[in-house]
T-cell receptor
């Protein structure tokens, strides 16, 4: 049973436009959510996180939105840049920061077109 | 560079064998996590250690075990290897329980 789902395996966006990556979860006990970015042959890199008590968190070009009632979160990247091309993983934790391990989605491959 | 190191980078072995993967966390981080990334299952949490003690277990097989040493480095031991154990194994660390996790570059294990 997949508790964190990223339903779009890939997404293509033009450079300069907004990239929106989506994630759904089923476990209402999840308390903390994180986004990671991964390039080939590297480990995942932490991008941004959000606690379940908030509905938005912003860091530069990256904004994460959380809709608890819909069990849905999204990552917005504005403006999209060529270096943003990577696989993005949504992750959830029962505690802040994944103290008991993170549950990951299967990732969305973001391709930024010039 | 996350500051987390993993060795070896690649490992090729045969079914039935035993291997040890090594991880050094970021300086000062007390928590170490192990994850397995396979093609069909994605990234799955295996086990967590905090300051030498096991703190949480995920989908770790009984053939797998881990430990964290006094200098805080960790080892993941995989035994009686099967073809299906071929995967990328990532180690992550965090400063204390509850902080964001920082991942190493991974060890690619191939079981032939």
């Amino acid at each position: 049973d997949q508790q964190v789902k990223q339903n779009s395996p890939s997404l293509s966006v033009q450079e300069g436009r907004i990239s929106i990556l989506n994630c759904d979860y089923t476990n209402s006990m999840f308390d903390y959510f994180l986004w990671y970015k991964k390039y080939p042959a590297e480990g995942p890199t932490f991008l941004i996180s959000i606690s379940s008590i908030k509905d938005k968190n912003e860091d530069g070009r990256f904004t994460v939105f959380l809709n608890k009632s819909a069990k849905h979160l999204s990552l917005h990247i504005v403006p999209s840049q060529p270096g943003d091309s990577a696989v993005y993983f949504c992750a959830a934790s029962l505690r802040r920061g994944g103290a008991d391990g993170l549950t990951f989605g299967k990732g969305t491959h973001l391709i930024i077109q010039p | 560079d996350s500051g987390v190191t993993q060795t070896p980078k690649h490992l090729i072995t045969a079914t039935g064998q035993r291997v040890t993967l090594r991880c050094s966390p970021r300086s000062g981080d007390l928590s170490v996590y192990w994850y397995q990334q396979s093609l069909d299952q994605g990234l799955q949490f295996l086990i967590q250690y905090y300051n030498g003690e096991e703190r949480a277990k995920g989908n770790i097989l009984e053939r797998f075990s881990a430990q964290q040493f006094p200098d805080l480095h960790s080892e993941l031991n995989l035994s009686s290897l099967e073809l299906g154990d071929s995967a990328l194994y990532f180690c992550a660390s965090s400063a204390m329980r509850g902080n964001e996790q920082f991942f190493g570059p991974g060890t690619r294990l191939t079981v032939l």
